[in-house]
């Protein structure tokens, strides 16, 4: 089971230099997130989606876009990258009826922007 | 809008004591989840346990076990006879019900487990 799939694992990028963090899931489920964690910290919620077509800002969306196109795929866009960026980003997936809303986690992307 | 709060940024035990962290939250929602994800030195985000709000009984996952009081926001992970793989980062997280999922972390607490 494949799970929740993230490329790439590593990225360095040039201040102002642009790139798309991939994340696809096989779980069918309807939710999907985007969070950066920084060094030491809690995960902050960048974008999430309800279900293909819908997306909409989490709590730190500034620099960043998204678009879901089909349930498996919900890729993250960064534009003119800046070191504030630094940081790993995860995505996340999960399904939005009870009992089975756990969310599960890729397995990370360590971004840095010099 | 929902906020989760640990208040321990740090904890170390001896290995087979039993340790809790805490975790309080802020909400208005009366239906929800409450979650405890291990993140260990592998970056990878585990679920530990998961507690839904309008259960009154407590969740309990083998050696680890949740004290969730509703009334006071509060929601504490209890883990038993600590082993040296427990030593990870533990985050609380909440999530409602109605409306849009979003699920929303604490700061995390640093746990550390000692032979």
């Known amino acids: 089971n494949a799970g929740v799939t993230q490329t790439p694992k590593f990225r360095i990028l040039k201040i102002g230099q642009s790139m798309t963090l991939q994340c696809t899931q096989d779980?069918?489920?309807?939710?999907m997130y985007w969070y950066r964690q920084d060094p030491g910290m809690g995960l902050k919620l960048i974008y999430y989606s309800v279900g293909a077509g819908i997306t909409d800002k989490g709590e730190v969306p500034n620099g960043y876009n998204v678009s879901r196109s089909t349930t498996e795929d919900f890729p993250l866009r960064l534009e003119l990258a800046a070191p504030s960026q630094t940081s790993v980003y995860f995505c996340?997936?999960?399904?939005?009826?009870?009992?089975?809303?756990?969310?599960?986690f890729g397995q990370g992307t360590r971004l840095t922007v010099v | 809008a929902q906020t989760v709060t640990q208040s321990q940024p740090e904890m170390s035990v001896q290995e087979a004591e039993t340790v809790t962290l805490s975790c309080t939250y802020d909400?208005?929602?009366?239906?929800?989840?409450l979650f405890w994800y291990k993140q260990p030195p592998s970056r990878q985000m585990i679920l530990v346990i998961r507690q839904e709000a309008y259960k009154q009984q407590n969740a309990t996952e083998n050696r680890f076990s949740v004290n969730f009081q509703k009334a006071a926001k509060s929601f504490s992970l209890k883990i038993s006879d600590s082993q040296l793989g427990d030593t990870a980062m533990y985050f609380c997280?909440?999530?409602?019900?109605?409306?849009?999922?979003?699920?929303?972390f604490g700061q995390g607490t640093r746990l550390t487990i000692n032979p």
């Open positions: 909400t208005s929602e009366n239906n929800y989840y």
């Open positions: 996340a997936s999960s399904y939005s009826q009870a009992p089975n809303t756990e969310a599960f």
């Open positions: 779980m069918n489920h309807n939710y």
């Open positions: 997280a909440f999530m409602k019900i109605q409306g849009a999922q979003k699920l929303v």
